[in-house]
């Protein structure tokens, strides 16, 4: 299986403030990466596609690049719906896997 | 607007079968798209299990292939998960995804959580 591991686990930042997650896959996905946020109690919401592209309706605060094994999510003005747990996940190779997540919270 | 709702029993015993449905409401099962489940115990991370479409072709995790099966029913516009021969560990929160035709799941449902304990 391809191995999916973010950085950091947790990130604690302020309103206002730009933040970037990483991924990276234990072998090449090209771009078949996606990122979604998770918030308790609600469905995940798919943010970014093919490493880069925004799911329509997502602001375009949120944005994705990489490709072959290295991926990063950056939001920039952070705002308090932001904070939620974000995770990575290669649709390159079945069985399709996922980063551990990465939890942003308020500083 | 399409929207995922899933069901079932909360609670199975250990060596039971766990079922669970997903509707799928504001569109149909037989567009073009495959239809996902992924799992999530408490507090760990997500597990993919397996996916089908609504011809009946599946693809599933090998790790839970001996136990899974998923099935859809077009005339009740929903998919269907069965997991056999459960235990504590197949305790987790369960998500039906729709997945687009390139392939990332772009739509999810609230997910189901499904305790395994006698």
């Known amino acids: 299986d391809i191995q999916m591991t973010q950085s950091p686990s947790s990130l604690s930042a302020s309103v206002g403030d730009r933040v970037t997650i990483t991924c990276r896959a234990s072998?090449?996905?090209?771009?078949?990466l996606a990122w979604f946020q998770q918030k308790p109690g609600k469905a995940p919401k798919s943010l970014i596609y093919?490493?880069?592209r925004l799911q329509s309706g997502v602001p375009s605060k949120f944005s994705g690049s990489g490709s072959g094994t290295d991926f990063t999510l950056t939001i920039s003005s952070l705002q308090p719906e932001d904070f939620a747990t974000y995770y990575c996940?290669?649709?390159?190779?079945?069985?399709?896997?996922f980063g551990q997540g990465t939890k942003l919270e308020i500083k | 607007q399409v929207q995922l709702q899933e069901s079932g029993p909360g609670l199975v015993t250990p060596s039971g079968t766990l079922s669970l449905t997903c509707a799928v409401s504001?569109?149909?099962?037989?567009?073009?798209?495959?239809w996902t489940w992924v799992r999530q115990p408490p507090g760990k991370g997500l597990e993919w299990i397996g996916e089908?479409?609504?011809?009946?072709?599946?693809n599933y995790n090998p790790s839970l292939k001996s136990r899974v099966n998923i099935s859809v029913d077009k005339s009740k516009n929903q998919l269907s998960l069965k997991l056999s021969s459960v235990t504590a560990a197949d305790t987790a929160l369960y998500y039906c995804?729709?997945?687009?035709?390139?392939?990332?799941?772009?739509?999810w449902g609230r997910g189901t959580l499904v305790t395994v304990s006698s």
């Open positions: 995804a729709r997945v687009d035709t390139v392939r990332y799941f772009d739509l």
């Open positions: 093919a490493a880069s």
């Open positions: 089908i479409y609504h011809s009946g072709s599946t």
């Open positions: 996940q290669q649709y390159n190779t079945y069985p399709y896997t």
């Open positions: 072998q090449g996905i090209s771009n078949y």
């Open positions: 504001g569109g149909s099962i037989s567009s073009s798209n495959w």
